[in-house]
Nanobody, 128 residues
């Protein structure tokens, strides 16, 4: 059983919205930085967004900034990715992952090696 589990993917028209959820089979996601990554067929995995549980700091890739929001629900120990104004290029397998570290103000791709616990992913398809 993978440590994290995603849900909420599906088929949506361009311009539409989806909310992805990330939960953990571990006792808690607290004290972790949780991130969303995505990978389209034939492409590399790309960072989408992240949130630090301790200080609430959020990070976004330039491609989703202003359209996606990452947030957490302390009562449910869940992390969500609210995706709006979806574009065909947003279509991908979305996976969440966690890292035990906290990071600086600006996302650095070198941190991605710290994310060791992953979910299986949830597919997002965007139709034109």
């Amino acid at each position: 059983q993978l440590p994290l589990k995603e849900s909420g993917g599906g088929l949506v028209q361009a311009g539409g919205s989806l909310k992805l959820s990330c939960g953990s089979t571990k006792p808690t996601l607290r004290s972790y930085t949780v991130a969303w990554f995505r990978q389209a067929p034939g492409e590399e995995r790309r960072f989408v967004a992240a949130i630090s549980w301790d200080n609430g700091r959020t990070y976004y890739s330039d491609s989703v900034k202003g359209r996606f929001i990452i947030f957490r629900d302390d009562s449910k120990d869940m992390v969500y990715l609210q995706m709006s104004s979806l574009k065909p290029e947003d279509a991908a397998l979305y996976r969440c992952a966690d890292s035990p570290n906290e990071y600086g103000r600006t996302w650095d791709s070198r941190w991605e090696v710290d994310f060791r616990s992953w979910g299986q992913g949830t597919q997002v398809t965007v139709s034109t």
